[in-house]
């Protein structure tokens, strides 16, 4: 794929990192995207967007919310993507009763060498599994915080990197169920993406039950990809030509949802570095060195929307009540106007 960059920078929690691997060629990327989607889709009947939204979220060095009611396949998907990478996985149920030292870890007193001695929690690993993240206090949900944005730990004054790829996925129920906390601006906007995986159609659900009648799928599912390959799978996205003209689309879109009327909180600055990345991602899997605008529209309701928050009885311009945060992506994105694509240059 094409050397050249985005002009924009990366931000992710491992920039500062050494970027010592070395992009695949098209066969060999295209073979392992093929391979982990036709895997999960394995485990997941029915929803091949919410697998392709997933493996974006990773290969762009995101983090991915999976928001939606109980039993719809919500914890099914996170695991079946960490079966899929021969890497360090955790798991972490988050409860009322949670400690943030419960997530990061602890230093524990060595009485024999007179010492303070760091245990890890179980965010050192490379997929890290958050199970109704919303069930913890908010306290506990800040503990996440540093290690989703800058890649590290930071315990009684010390720091502790984690090792690249990271990936948080992270669960939770609607506020509306009983016994949640919504999650702080800020948590929210450290996913790269939030998806909702709905209920499966009649045919699916059928399948599912043919399916499990003998055991759960995951417990058939095989690593495809080990960590070194996983980095050259992130290193050949990040090869991904962005052009200008596509830079200034996706800044245009982002910088419209701060001046919109039915919005009280726009996308961040953040979010906009997020689009780019997980444009770069989808390109990539769609077997393409370049980015076209189709790919931050794609993405540009998933990336941005559970960042913002509506003003009371919000409207459209035209006056019909604002139904979800989700409408008034859609009516930015098909507002602004649509750069003519651009080849990597020579």
Do not use: W
């Amino acid at each position: 794929m094409s050397t050249m960059t985005s002009p924009i920078p990366d931000s992710h929690p491992h920039a500062d990192q050494p970027r010592t691997a070395q992009p695949l060629d098209a066969d060999a990327f295209a073979g392992y995207g093929d391979a982990i989607r036709r895997a999960m889709n394995g485990v997941l009947d029915g929803k091949p967007e919410a697998v392709d939204t997933a493996l974006t979220v990773l290969l762009a060095e995101g983090h991915l919310l999976i928001e939606d009611v109980p039993g719809v396949g919500k914890t099914v998907l996170a695991r079946a993507l960490a079966r899929c990478i021969a890497g360090s996985v955790s798991r972490i149920q988050f409860t009322p009763d949670l400690l943030p030292a419960d997530i990061t870890g602890v230093s524990v007193y060595r009485q024999q060498q007179g010492v303070f001695e760091f245990t890890p929690g179980p965010v050192f690993a490379h997929i890290v599994i958050g199970d109704e993240i919303n069930r913890a206090s908010p306290k506990t949900q800040s503990a996440l915080l540093e290690c989703m944005e800058e890649g590290q730990v930071t315990v009684d004054g010390r720091t502790h990197r984690l090792e690249a790829p990271f990936l948080v996925v992270a669960t939770q129920n609607p506020v509306e169920m009983e016994g949640t906390y919504p999650l702080p601006e800020a948590q929210r906007d450290r996913f790269m993406a939030r998806i909702s995986i709905g209920y499966p159609d009649a045919e699916s659900e059928q399948r599912m039950l043919r399916d499990r009648e003998h055991g759960s799928p995951l417990d058939r599912l095989d690593p495809i990809v080990d960590v070194a390959g996983l980095r050259r799978m992130i290193a050949t996205v990040r090869e991904v030509y962005v052009s200008p003209s596509v830079e200034a689309y996706a800044v245009a879109i982002v910088q419209a949802t701060r001046d919109d009327t039915a919005l009280r909180l726009g996308a961040s600055p953040r979010s906009t570095l997020q689009l780019v990345r997980a444009a770069r991602a989808r390109a990539a899997l769609d077997g393409r060195d370049f980015v076209v605008p189709d790919d931050v529209d794609a993405l540009a309701t998933t990336v941005l929307a559970h960042r913002m928050i509506l003003v009371p009885r919000a409207q459209h311009p035209d006056g019909r009540p604002v139904r979800g945060v989700e409408e008034v992506v859609q009516r930015i994105v098909a507002a602004t106007p649509v750069p003519v694509p651009q080849a990597p240059r020579a």
